[in-house]
């Protein structure tokens, strides 16, 4: 049985990550850290998993009886976290902030898009979780990039729901402001863009394009939903083949024939992409839930893929039919 520890449990993915651990056939939590709720019972913040676990937060943090970390804390701080808590050599570390996505000299972790890093994750002590935009659109251009047709300007949009922002209330998030509104932020310079042009170069091997990202803030709970625009004068059915040949192996993202729609990932761990093409314009639909594929669902995906067992196992997700 693989032991885990969480660190920044009281967070929306940290709830996630408990639900789905919980359900995981070959994982146990061992401890679930949130100084600022230790003692408390998790289900008392989570309300979600009453009736499924009586655990407690912990302000304690016994590495040396883990075998895998999750980090789930905000952006900045897991970097600075891990030079005051030195965690033993040999227990994994899976990140979920942006703080080692991008290569540099003495950052040993891997990046951990399976779609593309499988390999690379197999052998992983430490993963640094994608981040949930640019898992979206990623997954959109990667075909695309494998055909060597990215180049010039590339647009995306992309939506995302109010967990996204994290459980802290905002000016921004709170239910009055959301709810029959939409709203641009961050318009060509969001964090995401960056690890999005490290993925499509390891595929490409070049990347003259400029990848034009504008996010929208959505009124719903969870999901993204993106739309990137390619110029190519490649064929409709090559481009389709080579989508389908690009994620065959991918148990959780598919290539669908039709229109898709974010009812159809919300809830599970899978991505669908889906491409049209317009004169010379190639049109990319690729969607996800962005606590699952885009955090936790990815994250656990990578837990079993570092520690060999079913890359699926505990993420088989059934969206809802309504």
Known sequence: MIKVGILGAAGFTGGELIRLLLNHPNAEILFANSESNAGNPVSDVHEGL???????????????????????????????????HPVPSHVRIIDLAQDFRIASPGNDFVYGLPEINRDKIEKAIHVANPGCFATAIQLGLLPAASMGILSGDIPVNAITGSTGAGQKPTGTTHFSWRNNNISIYKAFRHQHVPEIRQSLLQVQGHLDASIDFIPYRGDFARGIFATEVVKTNANIDDIIEAYK???????????????????QVVNTNKALVHCEKYDDKLLITSCIDNLLKGAVGQAVQNMNIMLGIDETAGLRLKPSAF
């Open 245 to 263: 040949r690009f994620y065959s192996k991918a148990p959780f993202t598919h290539y669908v024939d039709k229109p898709i729609d974010l009812k």
């Open 50 to 84: 009453y009736g499924d676990t009586d655990m407690l937060f912990t302000d304690t943090m016994p590495f040396d009886q883990v075998d895998v970390i999750f980090l789930c804390f905000g952006h900045g701080k897991s970097e600075a976290f891990l030079k005051e």
